[in-house]
């Protein structure tokens, strides 16, 4: 298994493997995938990884700025989906391993994600690369007509941005 730069071409297998979460119900507020137009405006131009194995597309991560501001600009939010027939296997975390190097290359001082408390392999995922939990929002969205919480995580760099 490798892991690789998302390219555009690899939206029809990204864009299934967010339709599998988003079937989940404790994945996403999202209820349908983006065009690709939408995802691309919605996430940084770097730090944007699948993990790929025999040409199979296994699972993605990528990350979206959470503010405008400029004061901002070091702190982005976790997306990491992974494919249904891929999950228990590791391609999360390995995924994840490489969005942190790849994140703080870039300049993140801090990423962080947004998990409902039902969604455990996140949880468990965040936790073993070194989220540390902040906080719940409580009743922050609905999915379906359904409050949901949510969990915040988030993982500060030790080598970028906090002096």
Not at 45 to 57: D, F, K, M, T, Y
Not at 99 to 116: D, M, N, P, R, V
Not at 124 to 144: A, C
């Amino acid at each position: 298994m490798i892991v690789r730069t998302m390219k555009p071409s690899d939206w029809d297998a990204v864009s299934t493997i967010y339709l599998e979460g988003i079937a989940t119900g404790f994945a996403t507020f999202e209820t349908k995938t983006p065009s690709y137009e939408q995802w691309d405006n919605a996430h940084t131009q770097e730090c944007r990884l699948v993990a790929e194995n025999n040409g199979s597309i296994m699972g993605w991560a990528a990350l979206s700025p959470v503010s405008s501001r400029c004061v901002y600009g070091g702190v982005a939010e976790v997306s990491v989906y992974i494919s249904e027939k891929s999950r228990g296997k590791g391609v999360g975390k390995l995924l994840m391993q490489h969005l942190i190097e790849e994140s703080e290359k870039a300049g993140y001082w801090t990423i962080q994600s947004g998990i409902f408390p039902e969604n455990t392999p996140s949880i468990k995922l965040h936790k073993k690369v070194g989220f540390r939990y902040i906080g719940k929002r409580e009743r922050v969205g609905r999915i379906h007509g359904v409050w949901k919480d949510n969990l915040l995580f988030e993982r500060r760099s030790s080598r970028v941005g906090i002096d």
